[in-house]
């Protein structure tokens, strides 16, 4: 079946600090969504890239859909300590499927 | 306007126990979904319900079962609870609008002894 990837696992950051996350399949993908997870909290819904090449922003947050819609990626800029949480992207598998990367858990740092 | 509920928090089982995680939302969405996730794998899919009157397995359906009760209610039945079902069971239902994105309830903390 579908899998999507998503590097790294963990990743602890100084406050200030960018961060960024990449998600990867090796099959081309409709679209992809990204979700933010806070500690003890569910998913909430980001953002969705359909586009090949899109870009686009969310005050300090940037998200990228590869030319080739096999990868996506997102970058915050001056993580702050309300960044806390774990960030997955999620595929669409035929119409109805989601598939969720594994995730991506940040820390900040004070 | 809750959402999506899913009842209850916390549950707490024995081997070969049985239980039903229930799941409403009340946005009128079509398709809802469970998940479950556990440290470092994600979330996965266990069994998704495309309308009503319909359901599907998704990437781990052994040892659950669904019923998708009517539009607003899809459950998830855990006929004979195992140590490896521990985990974090998350029911979603999906937006109708241009994005359709999922709606995420707040989560079931399951632990299996």
């Known amino acids: 079946g579908q899998q999507v990837m998503q590097i790294p696992q963990y990743q602890h950051v100084q406050e200030g600090e960018d961060f960024t996350t990449y998600c990867n399949s090796s099959t081309t993908l409709s679209n992809i969504q990204w979700y933010k997870q806070r500690p003890g909290g569910h998913p909430v819904f980001l953002i969705q890239l359909v586009k090949s090449g899109e870009v686009k922003k969310q005050k300090r947050l940037t998200f990228q859909f590869g030319e080739a819609k096999k990868n996506s990626s997102l970058h915050i800029t001056a993580t702050q300590t309300t960044d806390v949480g774990t960030y997955f992207c999620a595929a669409t598998s035929g119409t109805y499927k989601y598939i969720f990367g594994t995730g991506t858990r940040l820390k900040v740092l004070a | 306007n809750a959402g999506v509920t899913q009842t209850p928090k916390f549950q707490v089982l024995k081997t070969g126990q049985s239980m039903t995680l229930q799941c409403a939302q009340d946005m009128n969405h079509n398709s809802m979904y469970w998940y479950r996730q556990d440290p470092g794998m994600g979330l996965r899919l266990i069994y998704y319900?495309?309308?009503?009157?319909?359901?599907d397995k998704g990437e781990v359906p052994n040892g659950y079962n669904v019923s998708r009760l009517n539009k607003r209610e899809f459950s998830l039945r855990l006929e004979s609870a195992a140590p490896s079902q521990t985990s974090v069971y998350f029911c979603?239902?999906?937006?109708?609008?241009?994005?359709?994105?999922?709606?995420f309830g707040s989560g079931t903390q399951l632990s299996v002894l």
């Open positions: 979603a239902s999906r937006g109708q609008g241009r994005t359709q994105n999922l709606f």
């Open positions: 319900s495309a309308s009503e009157g319909t359901t």
